[in-house]
């Protein structure tokens, strides 16, 4: 394919990058990326893919826009209250780049259409905030052998892994099951700091970049945490689990499940609990 003039434009601060390139560039073009939850942290990857260039970019959640949302979830306005997450962040996303095609899903991602949404993208981002759908998401990308960033948030704390096929823990091989309701307190319980998503999120959007175009080294293996209250990255390395439930050669686990609800993501005191 040859760019346009205005793609060559638009994309210079990329083409000019060796790491990228003209080569990089069209791969983002001809790429595509799933983002379930169009909320804290899908709404900077949403903003951050579309404005990179990336071809088709699919955006999953039921929910409407909510005034209390608007602290953190930058993607939408005050004028967007009431409107379903999808059409607001596609408008928004088309609005950035027409080069775009933006596919929207507005409902619930569960067992019996997970595997068919997934399935039709390059790479998944998981910006949802709850235990049943990260395991959710995990279980069909490791099935279909898609690869995916996970990440969570909570307080002033973040977290976020990748999860290429072949290379490395899954979601599962670290947290085994989604702890017991109530274990941990919800991010409505809780609180959380609007930049953190904007910080987590941002890094997902650049995993998702770097996996499209084979720039530079991947999450995987590894578990990025962030704390803002002391500005302190850790990068924890993690091992695969060779009798995993989902991704060993020997897997238990071979259609999706449906958990019971729990909301949020992790343990700040603990990044590796269950």
Known sequence: MAFTNDQLERYSRHIILKEIGVKGQKRLLNGSVLIVGAG????????????AGVGKIGIVDADNVDLSNLQRQIIHTTDDVGKPKVVSAAETMRAINPDVEVKTYHEYLYSGNVMDIVKDYDFVI??????????????????????????????????????????????????????????????????????????????????????????????????????????????????KDPDCAVCSDHPTITEPIDYEQAACDFDPKNPLSE
């Open 40 to 51: 804290g942290l899908g709404s900077p990857v949403a903003a951050y893919l579309a404005a």
């Open 126 to 239: 998981d910006g949802t905030d709850n235990f049943p759908a990260k395991f959710l998401i995990n279980d069909a990308c490791v099935l279909t052998k898609t690869a995916f960033c996970h990440a969570g948030v909570i307080r002033f704390q973040g977290q976020l892994m990748t999860y290429v096929p072949g290379e490395g823990p899954c979601y599962r091989c670290v947290f085994k099951d989604p702890p017991p309701k109530g274990a941990v307190p919800t991010c409505r319980e809780a609180g959380v700091i609007g930049a953190m998503v904007g910080v987590i999120g941002s890094l997902q959007a650049m995993e998702a970049v770097k996996y499209l175009t084979g720039a530079g080294e991947l999450l995987t293996g590894s578990l990025l945490t962030y704390d803002a209250l002391t500005n302190q990255f850790r990068k924890i390395k993690l091992p």
